[in-house]
């Protein structure tokens, strides 16, 4: 996944030095003297330092006629560690439904969600993020399905 931004009236070497180029300096202005921009033209520079150091590749410049494209990729969540997603806090729908399937494992999602008396599409939601974190996961046959709660 990618952010991707375009750039009018600048030049690669231009956005790289620290140049600024404010598509509307009235309302730039109103910004800056407002304190809500940190600093003209450091936001290209920045965004290269702030992808380092939160572990993102780093950013593609493009450029594009008379304008510059930056790219930013998104962490891949391919990459992230098997143990991280478990350190966030499970909601409390979460940790009815883990105990829930600990207890009867072959239970359906309309089961689960007539038990926990609640609709069928939020218990699918928190049983894709609980596979997602590695706590849960369906094995067997189609016919003879059941839940693994992995705690």
């Known amino acids: 996944m990618k952010a991707t931004w375009d ?11 620290g140049r600024s180029n404010p598509r509307n300096p009235i309302i730039a202005r109103f910004f800056r003297e407002a304190k ?3 600093g003209w033209g450091s936001g290209i520079g ?15 410049i ?5 304008a510059i494209r930056v790219t930013i990729f998104r962490k891949d969540s391919s990459h992230v560690p098997s143990d991280e997603p478990t350190t966030l806090p499970l909601s409390d729908l979460e940790k009815d439904i883990l105990a829930l ?20 599409s939020k218990i699918k939601h928190a ?6 974190r590695g706590l849960l996961s369906r094995s067997g046959s189609k016919q003879s399905s059941y839940w693994k709660v992995n705690l």
């Open 62 to 66: 493009q450029e594009i006629d008379e």
């Open 7 to 17: 750039h009018l009236g600048l030049s690669i070497e231009k956005a790289l030095s």
């Open 127 to 132: 049983t894709v993020r609980l596979k997602k």
């Open 101 to 120: 399937l600990q207890n009867e494992p072959m239970l359906k999602i309309r089961e689960i969600a007539a038990n926990l008396d609640t609709g069928e």
């Open 36 to 38: 809500l921009v940190e």
């Open 46 to 60: 920045r965004s290269f330092s702030l992808c380092r150091e939160y572990g993102l590749r780093e950013p593609v």
